[in-house]
């Protein structure tokens, strides 16, 4: 399986900014999806954007217009800045990445987790 690396969470206020990072590593052939989904405590894992190896996006309606998700295949990461965060934003935050391996079998890898703490 592909590994993921996820960095950039933390604690911020109301309104404020935040960026995270995720690299996918191992021997991989080729990536094809990349995403962030959040957990908040007490509820299911969701979607928060995702993009596509043609660079098309979609995004949860929740942080449409805030965030915004890119990739840069050179390095094989995948960014997400956050913008006007609100304490509803808090959440473990993950990375998700689909593709091939170099040795021909599909992956499908989560990161770890950050954590990203909105204050209000």
């Known amino acids: 399986q592909a590994h993921l690396e996820e960095s950039g969470g933390g604690l911020v206020q109301a309104g404020g900014s935040l960026r995270l990072s995720c690299e996918v590593s191992?021997?991989?052939?080729?990536?094809?999806?990349m995403g962030w989904y959040r957990q908040a405590p007490g509820k299911q894992r969701e979607l928060v954007a995702r993009?596509?190896?043609?660079?098309?996006?979609n995004y949860a309606d929740a942080v449409k217009g805030r965030f915004t998700i890119s990739r840069d295949n050179a390095k094989n990461t995948v960014n997400l800045q956050m913008s006007s965060l609100k304490p509803e934003d808090t959440a473990v935050y993950y990375c998700?990445?689909?593709?091939?391996?170099?040795?021909?079998?599909?992956?499908?890898?989560w990161g770890q987790g950050t954590q990203v703490t909105v204050s209000s």
């Open positions: 998700n990445s689909d593709g091939v391996m170099g040795y021909g079998a599909p992956y499908n890898s």
């Open positions: 191992g021997y991989i052939r080729s990536i094809n999806n």
């Open positions: 993009i596509t190896g043609f660079g098309s996006t």
